[in-house]
């Protein structure tokens, strides 16, 4: 045995013997990110460089953390695939760590402008209670820049991508500027509603990005096979020395503060995958966030005119009303016939509007979905809709095909060029309007 690995394992063993129970309990070590290996015994391809099912117990030993004793455990309780996750659980009596109430896992941090996927699962048990004061469920956190003269005493500590629950619901919040480096004032900060999250079930996360300033910047965020952000540009990540490290599991720094309704949390992570810039989505994602024949699940992005995201009855999760010029919003609570998802058909953005959504360049399956929820006969309505400049709906009069509060859903195909989807409405009669739409890769 090569003497660095049997010092190593020496400290193990001489750091877990003070307790029956650290076997199963989430070790930190020295790893090198950049000398990650396939903890599930595979051979990595397609730029995959850590899969984590926590299934042997090596699989607890590529990762660093920040717990309590006992904190962090791997459980049979609940598991993705497998028999195996990874348990996280905090209480407010617990003592803090680095400051916080928390129980994390983490790697290293990554070099500068580095692309990277990364994939997981997470489950929210029955005790997961809707609180006002929110958590961080995984989130990315910049490093100081040593070279500017900031260290970890002096520097303000910023994440500039994590998953929040709040109340009930999943909340993603971004934080960037574009200054020469992360200083001691306030960055630009937005929130996007990713919709309710559900408890006694699993939610897979797929998220790309190229963490710099520039115009190259890229970040893209997948729940249960949709897309639910893109952000690319200035400003998707600070402009630092170094990129980002990762951060799964636990933190709830509002504890310290007044507000919350739970005195604990305790959820589950499985199934955890990183793969370099030679990966793709593919490479990546859940297997049942894929085809039965491996190919990309279809759905890449889809909207709703609602205020906030909603998740089918078919588990595509529509994110609320963006990327829209023009028009305005009409409501109803009325019935629509022909579907089990009524939400879905009971807002619309009416009058002169369009769409520009950012998509790769490909060939797309767009379903539009209507319903007529102002007017009950026909001849009252009457539009046009385009598609990259080519009219594809014409003269469309959805009570005299569809019926009054009638579901209707009109499926066109498109090829993008110029990486932006191009949608535009024309009134014929009244107001153009439009409901919803999902689109699907061919």
Known sequence: MPL??????????????????DSKRLI???????????????????????????????????????????????????????????????????????GSHRAEIKTAHLPKEAERWYSLSVYLPSSYSNDPVPESIFQWHNVPNFKSGESWGK????????????????????????????????VNSKAYDLGEYKLNEWMDFVIHFKATHTAEGIFELWKNGTKMMTITGPGVYYNDETGPYMKLGIYKWGWSGTGSRVNNRTLYIDDIKIGDENSSYNDIAPLNSR????????????????????????GITYQADDYYSGGNIFRTSDTIGGTSDDVLYQNERYGSFSYAVPLKNGTYEITFKFAEIYHNRTKARQFDLSLEGLEVISNLD?????????????IKTVTVNDGVLNIDSHTDIDNAKLSAFHIIKK
């Open 4 to 21: 660095l690995a049997f010092i190593l394992l020496l400290f193990l063993a001489i750091t877990t013997s003070c307790n029956k129970d």
């Open 28 to 98: 930190s070590n020295s790893v090198d990110r950049d000398e990650l290996k396939m903890m599930d015994g595979s051979a990595a391809s397609h730029g995959v460089l850590l899969t984590s099912s926590f299934e042997e117990e090596n699989d607890l030993r590529s990762w660093q953390f920040e717990a309590n004793p006992g904190a962090l455990t791997r459980s049979s309780e609940v598991a993705k695939s497998g028999n195996y996750s990874a348990k996280f659980s905090i209480s407010k009596k617990d003592a803090l760590v680095s």
């Open 155 to 186: 520097y303000k500590f910023q994440n500039p991508w994590r998953l929040e629950t709040n109340n009930g619901r999943l909340v993603f919040v971004h934080q960037y500027n574009t200054v020469a480096s992360n200083p001691n004032s306030p």
């Open 291 to 314: 085809k039965a024949d491996g190919a990309l699940l279809p759905v890449v992005f889809a909207l709703y005119t609602g205020e906030h995201a909603y998740t089918a009855k078919n």
């Open 398 to 410: 959805i009570v005299e095909t569809a019926g009054s509060k009638e579901a209707l859903d009109i």
